[in-house]
């Protein structure tokens, strides 16, 4: 990776900023070596052995052979990283056998019904995921899922199609895996959703989707060479936040990673959105959102900086009335941009990958997840628990009770 965290910057943070946190910053640095728990994503190899990413290949390409579709059912954390790199990942266009379909983000009838009626006339395989195994929009989906399989198939062909991944022994899908007997994968207890990318929660439905997450895993891996420039990143955004600038617009140009943005929004906003602090992530699709957000970020309120995740190679092709390639063009209006926007009090921070392959997202996603951890030390909240989110979840299962 690169990263220029200077040239749309400048002048917008001073010595004495930095001076403020740098002490701080090589403190919380430290803890990634230390052992904690809580950091355990960081400490690579330790809970996904190579026996177990063998038995998850095997197991996926037992499944793909039986399918025309593969449901993923699962919410927040436990789905959003799957769909960020399977996006990144796929090509735009192409009939997949298996198809993969997200179910459970949402309580929609309208859709369900729609695909329940979409899959009729196919062979359908389902990979469940929850932490806790409880959360009741995947629960719902999941046994409305389940009781048209029993009708659809016989008990012997169910199991074979459903493949549970969970942490809590005493959650409703860990009740239903051991009732009927479906094959299950783990999630560590210490991991939380929006940081369990290296974990089957995302790496199975990865290799459902014929991701090559041995090399995913490797980038992650190699991807720890940048906890530096993670906690610089880390730092510039605290004091971003000092200076008024409250919401972070996560800028791209390539709309394949679009739903890892989407992935980024939920780690920083969940991580550090505590105790009435944080930074709101919003997301900006360039150059669409130029004809329009664009206005407010150029003249409007300026309480917002731009993280912009850029891809230095892609494929392209020659745009003869510029005599440059279209990639090119895209890079010079991504520098023109930033130059515009600084000009506009709207300071970026420029993050690039190589490319876009699965080496290369793993190097990102690493480098996301130990910067948001960082961020979330600097506003001295807990980055690992969402309590927020479990008040919601409690206030819903009370209100249900009581129907
Ligand atoms: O990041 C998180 O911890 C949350 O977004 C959870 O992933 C989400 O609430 C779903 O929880 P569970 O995996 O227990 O179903």
Redesign the pocket.
Known sequence: MEFDFNTYVKKMVSKEDIDQYSKELENIKKKFSQGYPELCWYDMGKYVDNQELKRMIQQADDLKRISDVILII???????GAQATIQALSPYFRRRRPEIIFVGNDLSSEYLIDLQNYLREKDVSIHV???????M???TVFELFQSWMYKKYSTEEVKRRIVVT???YD?KLMYYATKYGYEKFH?PNVI?????LFTP?TLFSMALADIDIISFLRGAKEGRIYLNQAGIYAMLRRIFFDHGKVIEGFAIYEPKLSKMVEWTK??FA?SEGKNEKGILPVKLIYTRDLHSLGQFIQEGNPILFESTISIMKTRTFQVEKYQETLSNINHIIEKSVCQAHLDAKCPTLLMKIEELDAYHLGELAMFFMMSAAMSSYLFHVNPFD?PG??KY?EIVGKNLRSI
């Open positions: 699962g919410i927040g954390g436990s789905s959003m995921v929850s932490k806790s195994g409880n959360t929009e995947v629960i969970t942490s809590s959650g999630i939380s959703g929006r940081y369990s929660a939920q780690l969940e969402q989110v479990t979840k």
